[in-house]
């Protein structure tokens, strides 16, 4: 069975777990991984992709050493294999001008800025991983305890 | 741990795959069928199948339907697997059954009913009409708990016999959500509401032949002099649809009654007034129409069904990207569940079944009375579809057993009050995905759910009975 990734990518260890605890809420239906760089992230997005595993969400911090934020959310939002991927930039230092490439670019689903209000950042995360998986065209049913209910709820009265 | 759950991830596809393998390679004579032959063995193994897998769901519902339909083609049709045509002496085997007929299930008139109701829901649903409509229907009922419940329901079931009982039921619910933080702390009566939208709708789902999927899997077998229209069905759905649903609401209201004085629902909508919402709006009240009217025009309800198709397709309301959502994978869970039975019918496997049963000494009342509780038991532990398609050919097949039908109307009455209690099953949270809908919620316990629909189904049975006694004295089925 095909699992369904959520990763955060955060260049600050402790500020990287904080993230991946504040989203354990999630774990069991989805699985959750975390990167300190881009480049740990594109290595894990590859593997997954081969293993024929989706990534739901992408929670991405947008200044760290080497390639920054903004720029991965870029070529993840080129790359045909992850055309579902939601993707969330939390981040304190992103510029008008780095916000601007996000938006017309990354085309970022979610701008949520640090420091962050847990609830926040667990109700949007709720609401893009439902989208993910009917725009995926998966069966929401197992991972109904943790979706977001208005979300299913306009998404199956669109069914007829 | 984690070995035990990998043993686990196998088990049941093992034991799906294993045993009609069993049955389809074991020694004809073990069986203790007298005279089954190499065909019916193999449709009995495929029926069993088809059980395991839609009980035990290794595979996704719909994909077991489809896997049957292929393995039918291959193992028994007329252009199947050379040896499988053939028996030990190379002569070719009777009763294989005609490849076009097991592909035609696909396209069944039954099948196409269904798609004319999804586009004409579809369509709806894209208009906002869902919407509109409840905000207008709900008005009369006012702000008082009890009286809203009612009008909540009433509308939940008329929606759910021309949409699908889940859309309906999401469409209901998301309504709710903005009024059930206003429920006082501790006040049950939000149990009530709760419970009410996926209760009307799959009640709702009873009043029309669209209206949920085993009704489509009846009329398969409702044939000949048997055959049931458009408007015949809901003459008797709708007041059943009416005396369940009055029922159910004394039921929630009694156990969970509200203390909050006052309710408000909003609703953002208006009906829509441009030329497409205009064709949406006449083709659905013109198709209904003509559904009704059969005996007037001659046209029956699977032809009238092909209209709102063409109408939305070429004006434009339902486009390329709408096709994709159709629901596809109800139209192929029902086409399977026609494939298998066609098999279990064309082989004789059915008829040689049903001969095995003692029937000398019961009355049909019982024979319905057993199949109906089956029935509403299996409903409640898998999908409503996966029971119909399971348990509808059995039953059609007691038509031929020789047993005394006339205080049900005929093998009729028996194939309705089966299929009436099918969608009587609601008791817990996976029953039905309208009641998984309601409980995922968080507003409920699952012993809220099971309290409330152990008494409607088993009170509904009641009911489904009289129903039948009465269609069959006042000569219904004649």
């Not at chain 1, 260890?13 to 991946?20: F, I, K, Q």
């Not at chain 2, 002569?91 to 798609?115: H, K």
């Not at chain 2, 009286?147 to 309504?175: E, K």
């Not at chain 2, 398609?389 to 009455?413: D, F, K, R």
Request: aromatic letters at 8%.
């Amino acid at each position: 069975m095909e699992k369904t990734y959520i990763i955060c990518v955060e260049d600050q260890r402790e500020v990287l777990n904080t993230v991946l605890k504040d989203l354990e809420i999630f774990e069991g239906p989805f699985f959750l991984e975390g990167c300190e760089s881009a480049d740990e992230a594109e290595e894990l997005l590859d593997e997954l992709d081969a293993q024929g595993d989706y990534v739901g969400l992408m929670v991405c911090d947008h200044v760290m050493p080497g390639k920054s934020g903004v720029q991965l959310l870029i070529d993840v939002n080129k790359d045909g294999r992850f055309r579902h991927t939601k993707k969330l930039l939390l981040t304190g230092l992103a510029t008008h001008q780095d916000t601007i490439e996000a938006i017309n670019q990354a085309a970022i689903d979610r701008y949520i800025e640090k420091p962050w209000n847990v609830e926040i950042l667990q109700k949007q995360a709720r609401i893009l991983l439902t989208r993910f998986l009917f725009d995926q065209g998966l069966n929401y049913e197992p991972f109904l305890p943790v979706l977001d209910k208005e979300t299913v709820l306009e998404r199956l009265r669109r069914m007829g | 741990m984690k070995k035990k759950t990998h043993l686990g991830a196998w088990l049941k596809p093992g034991i799906s795959v294993l045993i009609p393998l069993l049955i389809a390679f074991m020694p004809a004579e073990w069986l203790h069928i007298p005279g089954i032959t190499p065909v019916e063995q193999r449709v009995l193994a495929l029926f069993v199948l088809a059980a395991l897998f839609w009980i035990l769901e290794p595979i996704p519902i719909f994909a077991t339907s489809v896997l049957i339909i292929v393995l039918e083609l291959i193992l028994i049709s007329n252009a199947g697997l050379q040896p499988m045509r053939q028996d030990a002496t190379g002569a070719a085997l009777p009763n294989l059954i005609d490849y076009r007929e097991i592909m035609g299930t696909f396209a069944s008139p039954v099948i196409l009913l269904f798609l004319g109701g999804f586009f004409l829901a579809m369509s709806a649903v894209k208009f906002r009409l869902d919407q509109s409509l409840a905000a207008v229907l709900l008005r009369p009922f006012g702000q008082k708990p009890k009286r809203l419940l009612l009008g909540i329901m009433a509308i939940t079931a008329v929606f759910s016999m021309f949409m699908s009982n889940t859309a309906t039921t999401a469409m209901m619910l998301a309504v709710l959500a903005p009024v059930l933080p206003l429920f006082e702390p501790g006040d049950r009566g939000r149990v009530a509401f709760v419970l009410g939208v996926p209760f009307a709708a799959n009640i709702g789902g009873i009043g029309t032949p669209i209206g949920t999927p085993p009704n489509a899997i009846a009329l398969k077998y409702l044939t000949g002099e048997n055959t049931i229209g458009f408007g015949q069905w809901m003459s008797f759905g709708v007041p059943l649809v009416l005396v369940l649903l009055l029922g159910i609401w004394l039921l929630l209201t009694t156990l969970y009654p509200a203390r909050t004085p006052a309710l408000e629902l909003k609703f953002k909508t208006r009906f829509l007034r441009t030329p497409k919402a205009y064709i949406v709006y006449a083709t659905f009240v013109v198709t209904v129409l003509l559904w009704l009217t059969d005996f007037w025009h001659g046209m029956n309800s699977y032809v009238v069904s092909m209209i709102p198709v063409a109408v939305f397709l070429s004006f434009g309301i339902i486009g390329k990207e709408d096709l994709k959502n159709i629901s596809w994978d109800v139209l192929w869970l029902v086409a399977g569940g026609i494939a298998l039975g066609l098999a279990l019918e064309k082989s004789g496997l059915a008829t040689r079944l049903v001969t095995l049963i003692p029937f000398s000494g019961l009355s049909a009342m019982t024979v319905l009375a057993v199949a109906a509780l089956v029935g509403l038991v299996m409903a409640n532990f898998m999908s409503n579809t996966g029971t119909a398609n399971l348990l509808l050919p059995i039953v059609a097949a007691l038509g031929t057993s020789g047993l005394a039908l006339e205080s049900t109307g005929g093998i009729a009455g028996i194939i309705l009050g089966v299929t009436l209690s099918i969608s009587l099953g609601m008791s817990l949270p996976i029953s039905t995905p309208p009641n998984a809908l309601a409980h995922a919620g968080g507003d409920i316990q699952t012993s809220d759910m099971a309290r409330a629909g152990v008494i409607i189904g088993l009170a509904g049975l009641g009911i489904v009975f009289a129903l039948i006694m009465i269609l069959s004295g006042t000569g219904f089925f004649n």
